[in-house]
């Protein structure tokens, strides 16, 4: 019994990687990523607000891209983000806020421009 639950502790946390490695590939295969990619969707798109809850405003706009991808999914059915980290680039200027999200394939760098159009920037991790 030792043995069997020793076994399972040792490869459980490697399907969890294969987990995260095939997200990561099939998240890079649909978008072409080599490296990093650049994305972007309307607000429009959107329910939550950039400006007002920006934490929650970036997981969805991470998740648009993610929610047909069934190996970036969670038990929960949200994309795999653990952090997401806010700073106006220039204090006192609301426009100037910039994201950044951390998931289990990579990072995300999130900003709304003016135009209403949410950039991405996706870099993997290496």
């Known amino acids: 019994m030792k043995k069997l639950l ?8 490697i399907l969890g990687q294969n987990v995260l490695a095939d997200c990561q ?4 295969s649909k978008y072409d990523v080599m490296d990093s ?3 972007s969707v309307h607000d ?10 920006s934490e929650s405003y970036v ?4 998740s648009y891209f993610v929610r047909d991808i069934r190996s970036c999914q ?3 059915g949200s994309a795999l ?28 760098f999130v900003s709304l421009d003016m135009l209403d159009n949410v950039n991405i920037i996706f870099n993997r991790w290496d």
């Open 25 to 28: 590939i099939d998240f890079m």
């Open 6 to 13: 020793l076994l399972f502790i040792l490869i459980f946390p």
């Open 74 to 76: 969670n038990e929960k």
């Open 59 to 62: 997981k969805e706009a991470i």
């Open 44 to 53: 429009n798109a959107l329910v939550g607000d950039f400006y007002e809850n």
């Open 81 to 108: 983000i653990s952090n997401v980290k806010c700073h106006e680039l220039i204090p006192g200027k609301v426009y100037s806020k910039n994201c950044i999200a951390e998931s289990e394939i990579g990072y995300f």
């Open 37 to 39: 990619k650049a994305l």
